[in-house]
């Protein structure tokens, strides 16, 4: 069963056996249906790197498996999306922006389970159809006093790993980060 709610934010835990989550637009991946298909689209990172230009997908890459909560937040022309000062407060790092071309939907999941299909386990988060920018905000949740129960576990209302922002592109905003890896590299 996939996590829906309305149009301006979704929450919810999402695992990835293969190191990478994925924000994509599900009408893309129609053709993908089973492992075959899926590794002729998204096998090698060069694959990838062709699904992210082409704004089908953006990766929220964490660096190894495991569950993520992530929170994607969509904004408005009027009113784009933010981070709270909560998140703010424990933001480790944000993407460039990333280009994602929405035919009315976003799922986020681990990059197994890019399909054409809303999977078990996968948010789908509603997107007008258009052009977008989206930014990926890594979270460190386990600083906040009190977010973490005796055995380290998130409790109810603690902050997520990562939250997605996804805002309408500017008009001849053309500069979109490519790379599989979400995040630029420390320096030093």
Known sequence: MTAQQPLDEVTATVATDAGMLVLWDPQRFEAVVDYDTWEDELL???????????????????GGDGAF???????????????????TAHQLVASQPYLFVSRGRALVGGIEDVSGDAS???????VPEGRYAVVVHLIDWQ??????????????????????????????????????????????
């Open 143 to 188: 600083a906040e006093a009190g977010s973490q129960d005796a055995a380290g576990r998130p409790v109810p209302g603690a902050l997520p790993d990562f939250v997605v922002l996804i805002d309408l592109a500017q008009p001849g905003q053309g500069a979109f980060r490519t790379a599989v890896n979400t995040f630029e590299a420390p320096n030093g």
């Open 69 to 87: 909560a992530v929170q994607i937040r969509s904004g408005t022309a009027a009113a784009p999306a933010a981070l709270t000062e909560r998140e």
């Open 120 to 126: 078990d386990g996968v948010i789908e988060h509603p």
């Open 44 to 62: 090698e990172d060069e694959d990838i790197v062709r699904h992210i230009q082409a704004g089908s997908l953006v990766p929220l890459n964490a």
